[in-house]
């Protein structure tokens, strides 16, 4: 009835049977990050009225309003540095510089990369540095937009001045850049394809020539190095080479090897280890400790600072004592894997070396290097201390708490997992009172610790409550010797129908045991004696349960 009314003020009644006014969760956390959900429903999980444009999926709505007039398209213009952003040409160019120094007879080539930075017109001019060049190099020229002017030119404002551009690079051409002609001899593959792709015919690339003075600095190093048998250095290490020789044939060369020490006089008996560097270009020798986190050592950065170091392990510096000159200093030859070294009394061996003084010494002086030596010494045997006996004071496992620890504390309680399903035995007293003959006891047996508990079964009109009677605890055997530190304990082995149990000075007789104590013990039959499955299986038939089951 109240569906035909229409939807006007006064005539829309509130739905008694509405009753669901909750508001939905909107506000939430995901990764820890508070986040907002889509509201998708309203209270009492209405839908919304916003719902209602699922009809557009049904229904054109061009059909009921016409086409939709769409903005005209309005041609963007990109400025250069959005274009061009991060693009660079390179090229490799030369330069030769005329004769600055008298004592040079030949000019001097400087190899240079030009980079032209498309995004803002820019020229950068970078040098790559060679050893021993004689000039300063890195930067030439830093980044910035370079006048396009010719020598006879004078000053020119910023107006005035016309700029080096990208149309004006190409290879094989000429820059001019402060006072230097650069010669464009070839460039790399995205400056060649973006210029080909702008309509300019790129051209090949040109020989660099070789730098005169770097030419004669290699042939001046390689004449030094040669011995006067004309050998190089790998035959014989020093033989003929003056000191400034050795400098350039084995400067920034370093074997190094790997060292152990144990001082005699520490009870602890600790192995110190170091790493000893012995530098090709001179001779010297420098020995570093490591050092491992909390150690308990001051961290000195070197035993020995580099120097000379003779044979013997003494230092010069006394009057007794001779020079360096006088004294037998170690050599690359007295340095292998496995032999020792003396330095300031302590006698260092060496039990390893890394990948390139096993190279050095098998190319250079045909020695090979053993193999490493293990230093870690075999881990003595765990000490074992041997149990106290009983003293019989508590229970065995409360008096062995003692033993373990200063001060005694309580046996953690065993709480038995899901797993761990107790074997049942239904018991009796064995006593002489009639009385208790009627008493009804269950032991159960946690597989997992060992542990035994006895619940007493109620029965009305008995004058006995039921409840816990024994444990949970360990049983001792009684023909066990309770001084011992480990007993013997009643396990699953000595429960067969018929044996006795003696528990909290009481003798129990087992009369039964449930289902599960037979699948348990048929399960594991190389765990148990034929005499004790073939006593719970004739138990079983009698009482049914095992007919039962196999049915």
Same mark, same amino acid.
């Given at each position: ?10 005539? /829309?009644?509130?739905? &008694?049977?509405? %009753?669901?006014?909750? *508001? ?5 956390? =995901?990764?820890? @990050? +508070? ?89 950068? /001019?970078?040098?790559? &540095?060679?050893? %021993?060049?004689?000039? *300063? ?5 830093? =980044?910035?937009? @370079? +006048? ?107 074997? =190094? ?295």
């Amino acid at each position: 009835m109240m569906a035909n009314h229409p939807v006007l003020p006064g005539r /829309v009644f509130t739905d &008694p049977n509405k %009753n669901r006014f909750h *508001v939905p969760q909107t506000l939430g956390f =995901r990764n820890g @990050v +508070p986040v907002q959900a889509l509201v998708l429903q309203g209270i009492g999980q209405e839908p919304l009225d916003a719902q209602s444009v699922q009809y557009l999926d049904k229904w054109d709505p061009n059909l009921f309003y016409g086409e939709c007039r769409r903005a005209p398209k309005v041609n963007t213009v990109h400025p250069q540095y959005e274009v061009y952003e991060n693009k660079t040409l390179a090229f490799r160019a030369f330069c030769v510089e005329p004769i600055a120094v008298p004592m040079e007879d030949q000019p001097r080539v400087r190899h240079v990369l030009l980079f032209y930075h498309l995004e803002d017109d820019t020229i950068s /001019v970078m040098e790559p &540095p060679i050893v %021993n060049s004689g000039c *300063v190099q890195g930067k030439v020229l830093k =980044r910035h937009r @370079v +006048p396009k002017a010719s020598q006879d030119d004078g000053p020119k404002d910023d107006a005035a001045a016309s700029y080096w551009h990208w149309t004006d690079l190409n290879v094989g051409g000429s820059v001019w850049l402060y006072g230097r002609t650069y010669q464009l001899a070839s460039c790399d593959a995205f400056t060649r394809e973006f210029l080909e792709r702008h309509g300019i015919s790129v051209g090949g690339e040109i020989v660099v020539p070789a730098d005169p003075y770097t030419q004669e600095q290699t042939r001046a190093m390689q004449r030094q190095t040669q011995d006067v048998d004309g050998h190089s250095p790998s035959a014989v290490l020093y033989q003929g080479l003056d000191k400034l020789g050795r400098f350039l044939a084995f400067d920034r060369q370093v074997l =190094r090897f790997f060292a152990v020490w144990q001082d005699p006089m520490d009870p602890m008996h600790e192995k110190r280890y170091f790493k000893v560097l012995f530098y090709l270009a001179d001779g010297t020798m420098e020995i570093q400790p490591e050092y491992k986190v909390n150690d308990g050592h001051y961290k000195y950065p070197n035993l020995l600072a580099r120097q000379l170091l003779p044979r013997g392990g003494l230092l010069p510096g006394k009057a007794d004592l001779p020079s360096f000159r006088d004294m037998d200093c170690y050599v690359a030859e007295d340095l292998q894997v496995g032999s020792e070294i003396e330095v300031l009394g302590r006698r260092l061996r060496l039990y390893d070396c890394d990948g390139f003084t096993r190279d050095y010494y098998a190319a250079r002086l045909g020695i090979v290097q053993p193999p490493s030596v293990p230093t870690e010494s075999p881990a003595p045997a765990p000490l074992v201390q041997p149990l106290p006996p009983y003293n019989g004071f508590g229970s065995p496992e409360d008096s062995l708490r003692s033993c373990l620890h200063l001060v005694p504390r309580r046996p953690c309680p065993s709480h038995p997992g899901p797993d761990d399903r107790p074997l049942r035995y239904l018991v009796r007293l064995n006593s002489e009172r009639p009385h208790d003959l009627a008493r009804r006891f269950v032991l159960s047996y946690q597989t997992r610790f060992g542990f035994c508990t006895i619940t007493e079964l109620g029965r009305r009109n008995s004058g006995r409550e039921g409840g816990r009677f024994f444990g949970p605890r360990l049983i001792e055997k009684p023909d066990s010797d309770p001084m011992q530190p480990q007993p013997e304990y009643y396990g699953p082995a000595d429960f067969a129908i018929g044996s006795t149990v003696v528990a909290a000075g009481c003798h129990f007789i087992v009369v039964g045991a449930d289902l599960y104590v037979y699948k348990y013990v048929s399960e594991r039959k190389g765990d148990f004696q034929e005499e004790l499955i073939e006593n719970l299986a004739d138990y079983m038939r009698k009482e049914g349960l095992l007919r039962r089951d196999s049915e």
